[in-house]
Every structure is written in structure tokens, then in C-alpha cells.
């Protein structure tokens, strides 16, 4: 006779249902998903011969999780199973279940660690569910995944599963232009930084996440890959060399492409400091909160959107005084900087001249 088990929890996913059955299961019937997200990556540019569980163990948060979970005597959350062949497989839950597995070879006659408190996911529920409740777990949901790790499940969803960007960015509830970027940053690092010259900067990908997700964030360098693929290339490079220090340094790249002299220096492998010291010399602003503030007053003065400020100041009186004490305060600087105010006039013409 068949064996029968109540459903426990059912939830919609893609518009099926989803039945969970709760169970203990003994810890040898369980195995590790070497596809999951947070440990896809570390599986990927660490195995040099260790077994995964010995590369889960390394990271610094699982001997953490290891240490609470002895001292709580079990798991206050469920991993969630499904099975596979003979196996159950760790579809969600892989830590946990390795932190289990170290304290019950540690101590294999205590019952605490001999089985393991489970939600089984039927077989039938396909990659791209599981994808999604995954999404939903540690994307949307309490226990969220590192930047990079969210990266990975969409390159994974998009590229191995087939999923839109629009389907991901709908089930991970953000919008397609993150999506695109989370995919086209990992794209980058994973296929071209940790392959290039060698894979000579693999050991550093994880460390590195920040500079790739700032690059795609800045439009005048995902303007430039478009142009010269090739410099997607020396950003790896760049990167893998430490010539940028922090990820965002990475911000300031656009202000350095525009400047022939910064970009030469930058690619010689000068200091990150000498390379803005160019830069600063053509754009103040650069390197200075004063200068920031003058160019955006500047900006905000010479843009034709201002109409509603102009018919402000025409009529409001207090509104009209801010700005003539703005403008003495300008002036009184400007003698202060033994700035005349005749030079503007003489700059003018010869723009006009020369144009």
C-alpha cells in the first residue's frame, strides 16, 4: 500500500500549486546542491581538490551558523528538500545542512544530529519554481543573500534556465533595468575577469563584485564596451592590478576616459591619486564640495526648466532677496579671489570670436 503524507503548506509558484510535506530525514539521505547560488560561485574558483563541503565550511559566516546550532541543540528553520534519485537533495538549506553533518561526525551517536527537520519539495516541481521560492526567500524574503549571490541567481535564471529578464525582475519584485544590470556585472566578472590572462585575479572575484556592479551603473562606461570591447578588458585589468583602490572609484572612470592625460596615466599604472590630480585640474569639481556646488548652480541657472523659480522670483519678494544676497556673496568672493568681473565679459567675446 502506497504510503500516505499530509500536505503541511501549499503555496503558488508560476501559477502551481506547490505542496510541502514536513518530515525528519535522516542526515545520510541528504546531499548537497553544488547548484546552489551561494555555493555555485565558491565551487566554481575554489575546489583545488577540497570537497564542497570543506569549501562551505571555509566561509567565515558557515563556522558561525555552526557554532549557534550547537548551542541551540537543532535548526530553528526547516531546509527545504526535494527529492533526487536515492538522495534528497538540499535545494535550500546547504549551510545548515553542512554544519548537521560536522557536528554529527563529531558526536554520531547523539540523536540531535541523525536526522534532520525537513520541508520536502515534490519531484515534480522544476528548476525554474525552486528559482523563484529562492528568490523569494532570500531576495524579498527575511534571510537575504550578498549582493553578488543575487547577481548569480539571475545569471543563472536568464542564461542555464532560459527566463526572461522581465520574468526574473517580476518574481524578484524589482525592475528590469537591475535585472539587466545584475546580469551584464556578473557577465563581466565571471566570464572575462576571472578568466582573463591566465584566470591570474580568480582568487579576488567575490572581493571585486562592487566594481563591476558600479560599472554597469554608469552609462558613459557601458557607452564606451559598447564602442570598444576591448575595454572591458583593461577594466578587468585595471581592477585586478588594485590601479582602482574601492568600487567607487569606479565612479570617477567617466571623468578620467575624458580626459586623454588622466586615461594615459591611468593605463601605465600610475597612482589613483596622480590620475585624479589631472583630472582635477580641468574639472575642479572634481576635487572640491565648493566647486560641485558652483557647478551644479551654474547648471540649475542655465537650464530652461527653471521657469517655474524665474516666475517665482519675479513676484515673491522673499524669494527675489535670496537671490540678490546669493549674487553679493558671489561678487564678494569673487574679489576676495582677485576675480574681475570684467574677465567674464572678455571670455565671452573671444568664445564668440573663435566660434
Known sequence: MEKQVAVAEEVTVMGRPVRFTYEEVPIERIELDQDNPRIRYRLQMERNGKTLEQIIMAMPEVKD?????EQSGGLRER???QENGNKLKAVEGNCRMVCLQSLHHKDPNNAKW??????IVPKDVDAKQIAVMLLDWHVAGKITWKAHEKAGQVYHMVHKL????EEVAMYMRTSKSTVNRFEQAYRMM????????????????EKKWSYFDEFFRQRDLRDELKRSPDFGDDFCRWVGDGRLTRGEDV???????RHPEARKKLEKGTPWPEVLKVVEQAEPEQGSDFFKLLA?????CSNA????????????KVARQRVLDTYEALVDFMQLADVDPEEVNAESLKAVKSA
Not at 551558523?65 to 546550532?69: A, C, P
Not at 541523525?114 to 520541508?119: D, H, L
Not at 565571471?190 to 572575484?205: M, R, S
Request: proline share 3%.
Open 65 to 69: 551558523l555552526r557554532k549557534d546550532i
Open 79 to 81: 531546509v527545504v528538500l
Open 114 to 119: 541523525k536526522s534532520v527537520p525537513a520541508r
Open 162 to 165: 532560459q527566463m526572461s529578464q
Open 190 to 205: 565571471v566570464d572575462h575577469f576571472l578568466k582573463i590572462d591566465n584566470e591570474k585575479y580568480q582568487a579576488d572575484g
Open 251 to 257: 565612479r570617477l572612470l567617466p571623468s578620467i576616459l
Open 296 to 300: 551644479k548652480m551654474k547648471d540649475a
Open 305 to 316: 526648466a527653471q521657469v517655474k523659480e524665474i516666475l517665482r522670483i519675479r513676484t515673491d
